[in-house]
């Protein structure tokens, strides 16, 4: 019986967050944007679906314990994608709030603010590299 209540208190946890989660995607406007940029406002429907597939998988990885095996190339894809996904993210957020226009006028930046996205993100590239491809870099010595 504990099992059972554990297993419906649980999906219903999970539901709960998987449908903030994609209310939040769709409250930036992050897949609008995607289809409006890339001028394929036919495939939102691809979109959303393989936003939610990715969420499946991500929640059945976090709990279910199995292993593929996976080459350097196609992890280094993956990971790719996943980068992509979560930069158009971060900037969809920072545009929503308008985080930058904001802070380029607190800066008092006229011109270069292309040039002052792009080093954030080659910062943070670069931060993301080193962590995770040089083993205890950020630890105390």
């Avoid at 539901?15 to 406002?41: D, E, H, P």
């Avoid at 991500?58 to 980068?83: D, H, K, Q, R």
């Amino acid at each position: 019986m504990r099992y059972i209540i554990v297993v419906i208190i649980g999906s219903a946890s999970g539901a709960v967050i998987a449908g903030a989660i994609a209310a939040f995607i769709v409250a930036i406007g992050l897949v609008t944007r995607l289809a409006q940029k890339t001028s394929t406002q036919k495939q939102v429907v691809l979109y959303e679906e393989a936003i939610t597939a990715g969420g499946i998988f991500g929640a059945m990885t976090a709990f279910l314990e199995f292993s593929v095996n996976i080459s350097w190339p196609v992890m280094g894809f993956l990971g790719l994608m996943a980068g992509i996904f979560y930069g158009c993210l971060a900037v969809s957020l920072a545009e929503t709030l308008d985080v930058i226009p904001i802070m380029a006028r607190r800066a008092r930046l006229k011109r270069g603010l292309a040039i002052f996205v792009l080093c954030l993100a080659i910062g943070k590239a670069a931060g993301s590299l080193i962590y995770f491809l040089i083993p205890g870099f950020f630890e105390p010595q």
